[in-house]
């Protein structure tokens, strides 16, 4: 899961979410949330059953990697907004997501600084142990990303945000790339694979 210093970093024009759909009570991102497993403070268990276009509110996913694909179905279906969080990896659901987009994505270095493991990983079943000590962020790629995006399966406000959207994936600026870097650490190519990634978006779209 990302740690609350990925969702501090999303743009004042994004709203703030209220509603974690993958989490547990240690790294939820919103007061409110589901779980994919029992939890004592959670809302609801297992998100991909429930309903999440009622009561309207504006959610927060970073779904485990096999249900990437099925939430942004869900997003589509429900015609919910989202933000998103998700892995830049080949594998992404890249296409639905660009056609989803109401803002440019935030791009930051997908690493221990910027994801959540306090003393297991839920996701992946993994405990620290006294024979066990290594993180599994410790072997994480520095060339991987991750990215926020701002998502929704309302096609009237797709298509009222999509020249402005068009716009800011053409001029997307490395000013900010320098701050996040050093705030979350990343190596030298990362504002050229940002970019890489954020213009296919823009060329899906055109």
Known sequence: MAMPIVTASLPR????????????????QCKLFGSLHPDPKCQWVNSMLQPWHHPPRLLYAFPPHRLIKATVAKV?????TMVLV????????????????????????????????PHYNLRDGYEKTKHNAQSPL??????????????????????????????KLASRSEAADSRLLTQYGGDGQFSARANAWTRSLGQMLT
């Open 138 to 167: 410790d072997k994480l790629n520095p060339s991987w990303m991750l990215a926020i995006y701002l998502v929704s399966g309302d096609a009237c406000k797709v298509k009222a945000s999509r020249p402005q959207l068009l716009k």
């Open 86 to 117: 998700a892995p830049a990896w080949p594998s992404t659901p890249m296409y639905q997501i660009a056609h989803m987009l109401l803002d440019v994505p935030v791009m930051l270095p997908y690493n221990a600084k910027t994801m959540h493991d």
């Open 13 to 28: 024009r994004y709203s703030t979410p209220l509603f974690d759909l993958f989490a547990n009570h240690t790294n939820t």
């Open 76 to 80: 589509a279906v429900e015609k919910v």
